[in-house]
């Protein structure tokens, strides 16, 4: 008889049960009896049979595994936004829908309207625009400008285009890279979510045609707080805009576009979590760039960007409303009296990139600790053809 014969007429079960389970009574056989009505069946192909069955039923376990991690998975994401919006919140809600109701901007823009998810350690929160344009001035080459309206407010800061466009910079009057309180912003009310006092977040609807509404949900932070690699701090900046994009085709969310640093990525609306119907955006620390999960550590460049659902915040509370129209390239706010000519400003919304020879300045690897100040909403591809930014393929992913 050969090895292999002898291997064949032992089980696996016949095995495991030897090894592991103690045998009471020694004189009988550890080999299963078989049926008298299997007895005529040769004992290959009875011997086949079973090996068969004990496959079909590996392969059924294994099946059930594999959904019952799918289900947990899904659970798990389901029970990470199992969140409860306070009375309080959804009051605020309704009002501002009353309030939007019978404008340019639809329903379904708030109704879709993404939550924000701002990282548990992030010390530098949403932050009102008028108070920025308090804290800062107009330069060019560090140097201030003469000649603009004073005070800046968002009613006149399109009027220091004359002077300079897109060479000017809104530099702090206290020194930056001291990080002076006024930095920090305003915290997200922990009952209603709204940043109270502080208009923080710009929505502006744009039509395509062919019912092709995109819904662009612009964030304002007073400061970037750049990431860490190896000890060292990059991309320091005053002034970061940040946004995610609702796509809808006749009414019905079809994509969202979270902005992260210079690009970005795009999913289905039925790919990304939600609070209801509303999509959720994860606010990275620091860099405020927007990710559709939480608790990530993403590369970024040579540094890393963290996610966490931490403090929530409903930017719609705190928002401007606008339309605006291609090509005409005009913003038109959806509410009497709602300032619009800062929407025009063709500067940067914070300090120039200091020079080596600035204290706090410093260089790893090409990037630098301290960086320009960001471009508003208007250089933020309103008229894209695509969900995603211009420049790159555009891949809208169905999974995040």
Known sequence: MHDHDVHEDVELGELENDAFLPREDTSKPIFKQQSVLTRW??????????????????????????????????????????????PESIAL?????????????????????????????????????????????????FTALTGGPDPLTLDNLNELNKLGGEDIFLSSIEDVTTLPKFLHGQEPNPVTYRTDNAKSCVVIVVDKGDGIIDAFYMYWYIFNDGPSALGHQVGNHLGDWEHNMVRFQNGTPTAVWYSQHEFGFAFTYSAVQKIGKRPVSFSAKGSHANYAVADGLIPAHIVYDRTQQGKLWDPTLSAYYYTYE???????????????????????????????????????????????????????????????????????????
């Open 326 to 400: 291609t090509e005409k390239k005009e913003f038109t706010p959806a509410v009497e009296g709602t300032p619009v000519n800062y929407l025009y400003f063709e500067g940067k919304w914070g300090d120039d990139q200091f020079p080596q020879s600035k204290k706090g300045q410093e260089e790893f690897y090409g990037y630098v600790k301290w960086i320009p100040g960001p471009q508003g909403p208007w250089f933020k591809h309103l008229d894209r053809p695509e969900v995603c930014l211009p420049g790159r393929e555009c891949i809208v992913k169905d999974t995040l």
């Open 93 to 141: 809600q309704e009002e501002l829908a009353k309030s939007l109701n019978h404008t340019s901007i639809p329903g379904y823009v708030l109704e879709y309207a993404p939550y924000v998810y701002l990282h548990r350690d992030d010390a530098y929160f949403p932050s009102d625009m008028a108070k920025h344009l308090e804290n800062t001035h107009p330069t060019i080459n």
């Open 41 to 86: 069946i040769p004992p290959r192909i009875r011997k086949f049979v079973d090996n068969i069955s004990k496959i079909w039923l590996m392969f059924v376990v294994l099946v059930l595994f594999v959904l019952g991690l799918s289900a947990s998975a899904y659970m798990n994401v389901n029970e990470a936004l199992a969140v409860t919006i306070s």
